[in-house]
């Protein structure tokens, strides 16, 4: 890829984040909260203590929310007081590959809960500096995969993801106050 190639994604990335923020913000307060802007040594601190690269759409979305949540369906951020008690991407990776029966594998991140104990996980083994984003698969917490039975791939981006399961499935029920349809 060359650098026009990646300058393109780039500048997609961020209309598409801005798109997908702009939409948010059509949601009344009393049902979307968002977080001040993350630390960026917090992203690099993460990524080196892990070994992983987070995807450029996640961490432009943290540069302006760290995190969020509406009615709920949250996207965990990074953060830098891990005593306020709030989930954020340490403490559930950690937890999920270092504490559960089945770990999850290494190169997984999970970034958004189902509310059943699963995670919608950023798989980070095909992030370069050609290819900044990556596949969404969806860890089911109970089930042991295999070579030949791996977590099913959900979405191409995490933008495809918000879309469409935090605010396309939001506004299947409800409307931007969060009043039910």
Known sequence: ????????????????????????????????????????????FFEKKFNVTLPYDYKYLLSMTNGFSLMGNSIYGVMDDLSSGNQDLFSIYKYEHECTYIPQYWYLVPFAPDGGGN??????????DDNPLCKIVFWQSNYQYSEDDQPEIT?????????ECI??????????NGDPL
């Open 155 to 163: 979405h191409d981006n995490m933008m495809e993801f918000i879309s």
């Open 119 to 128: 995670f919608y996980c950023f798989d980070t083994r095909d992030i370069t």
């Open 1 to 44: 890829m060359n650098i026009g190639e990646r300058n393109f994604i780039i500048s997609k990335v961020h209309e598409n984040i801005d798109k997908i923020l702009n939409r948010l913000n059509m949601f009344s307060r009393d049902i979307v909260c968002f977080y001040e802007p993350a630390n960026m040594n917090a992203i690099k």
């Open 167 to 176: 605010i396309n499935w939001t506004l299947e029920c409800y409307d931007y």
